[in-house]
């Protein structure tokens, strides 16, 4: 069982940066996906980003390529996401994800391919 919990959002100006973590607990004894999903109001959850358990591979949205950055600390089981460049439009609810996998250079993008979510952060980006 996986327990995962998020931080590092908050109010920032258009152009600014900001980072966020996810720090996953409990039996992190298998190999997992992580991903990153974002809701802003009245608009579906959509997919941010993701990255395969070895770190080999990562998927982006096309919203931000080039902008977000996804990566993973596994001996300190934290996942992040660099976010630069930062435009009004990206204000939503960012919420981090995982899934137990076989296949260490496995990635999803799909919101019910994932076991464990964590609560979510807002991400406010003001113009």
């Known amino acids: 069982q996986l327990q995962l919990v998020e931080s590092g959002g908050g109010l920032v100006q258009a152009g600014g940066s900001l980072r966020l973590f996810c720090a996953a607990s409990?039996?992190?004894?298998?190999?997992?996906?992580m991903g990153w999903f974002r809701q802003a109001p009245g608009k579906e959850r959509e997919f941010v980003a993701a990255i395969s358990w070895s770190g080999a591979n990562t998927l982006y949205a096309d919203s931000v390529k080039g902008r977000f950055t996804i990566s993973t600390d596994n001996a300190k089981n934290t996942l992040y996401l660099q976010m630069n460049s930062l435009k009004p439009e990206d204000t939503a609810v960012y919420y981090c994800a995982a899934r137990t996998t076989y296949y260490v250079d496995s990635y999803y993008m799909d919101s019910p391919q994932y076991n464990y979510w964590g609560q979510g952060t807002q991400v406010t980006v003001s113009s």
């Open positions: 409990g039996r992190t004894f298998r190999s997992y996906a």
